[in-house]
């Protein structure tokens, strides 16, 4: 999908007769797929990324498998955050953001098979996200349940200390993930590359969810805080 040319389209569309649902999403699932590629590429290029990594002695594969895992971890990261329950808008909307969610790895799919991309590692690629999927959605409830014991270890637990875990929570969900798999499970003494990842993806969480909400989410300071040093609270679990 050429998103420059549908945006062309979109901005001479009558909006007494505006297109369907489901085109919209289709070309809103696209553009996210292509900022989730984008957020990957920018981390994957990062000097201090590939120097934790020791990216160098790395095999070819090695390097592409690594590029992948940021791509599919962007992308879960946003099925995640389109699913969230605490999103603050209409149920109707909510709704339709339900639905994109299920567009995403479909999109992502499209614009590898637009890049020439064999139907062989189509099916690999459809078979990680869904795999991902799966399983950041199970891990998500066991980090809100540590999140949960280590917030109240060092204060009471508030209803504003439960909001804020509940919002950082795909980031959170998605940055533990990541690094476990980018190392292959050898996650030890590698704290500094967690940091880096947490801040990407956290930079990467505010840009998208702001604009989801309408601008509603007053990601302050505190917030800012709170991904900046999300490595404290999760190095520990």
Request: proline share 3%; hydrophobic share 40%; with cysteine.
């Amino acid at each position: 999908m050429n998103l420059d040319e549908e945006a062309k389209k979109l901005k001479k569309i009558d909006p007494n007769n505006p297109p369907p649902l489901a085109k919209m999403a289709s070309i809103l699932a696209a553009s996210l797929s292509q900022a989730a590629s984008q957020y990957a590429f920018k981390l994957f290029r990062d000097r201090k990324f590939r120097q934790f990594l020791e990216f160098d002695k790395l095999k070819k594969i090695e390097q592409d498998r690594i590029f992948n895992e940021l791509v599919v971890t962007n992308l879960i990261l946003l099925m995640l955050t389109l699913e969230a329950p605490d999103l603050r808008m209409d149920s109707d909307v909510k709704d339709y953001f339900f639905a994109l969610k299920d567009e995403l790895p479909k999109a992502h799919v499209n614009c590898l098979r637009e890049l020439g991309i064999e139907e062989k590692y189509l099916r690999g690629w459809r078979k990680l996200i869904h795999m991902r999927y799966e399983e950041y959605s199970k891990d998500k409830h066991e980090a809100r349940q540590a999140a949960m014991e280590i917030e109240s270890r060092q204060k009471e637990l508030t209803t504003e200390g439960l909001v804020d875990i509940q919002l950082l929570l795909p980031v959170q969900t998605v940055a533990i993930g990541c690094h476990y798999h980018l190392l292959r499970g050898k996650v030890r003494g590698k704290d500094e590359l967690f940091k880096l990842i947490v801040r990407s993806l956290g930079r990467f969480y505010v840009e998208v969810r702001v604009p989801l909400e309408g601008g509603k989410i007053t990601f302050g300071k505190k917030n800012r805080v709170k991904i900046r040093h999300l490595w404290c609270k999760t190095s520990s679990y």
